[in-house]
Nanobody, 122 residues
Framework: QVQLVESGGGLVQAGGSLRLSCAAS????????MGWFRQAPGKEREFVAA????????YFADNAKGRFTISRDNAKITVALQMNSLKPEDTAVYYC???????????????WGQGTQVTVSS
């Protein structure tokens, strides 16, 4: 069982940066691929980024490549999403996710956080 709690969302101007953090509970944290998804109003939840069990491999949606980075600390049981060069279209609720394998599919995620709002103003 894994419980996830996000923090770090907020309001930022276009071109700015935000760092989202996800604190996890559970002794099996290192067994999960950790990731971030987001959901904008009226849209489906979509994949943003993921990082493998030991942090050796990272995966990004095309619209996040070059702007976002993802990292994890298995000792501190946290995962972070650094978002740079933010755009208004990045506005969404961002969800931390844990899955047994790398996936971009919502239905394959095992655990979700409650979400944190990111708003990018133009």
């Amino acid at each position: 069982q894994v419980q996830l709690v996000e923090s770090g969302g907020g309001l930022v101007q276009a071109g700015g940066s935000l760092r989202l953090s996800c604190a996890a509970s559970g002794r099996t944290f290192s067994s999960y691929v950790m990731g971030w998804f987001r959901q904008a109003p009226g849209k489906e939840r979509e994949f943003v980024a993921a990082i493998s069990w030991r942090g050796r491999n990272a995966y990004f949606a095309d619209n996040a490549k070059g702007r976002f980075t993802i990292s994890r600390d298995n000792a501190k049981i946290t995962v972070a999403l650094q978002m740079n060069s933010l755009k208004p279209e990045d506005t969404a609720v961002y969800y931390c996710a844990a899955s047994e394998r790398p996936t971009t599919q919502v239905q394959e995620v095992g655990y979700w956080g409650q979400g944190t709002q990111v708003t990018v103003s133009s």
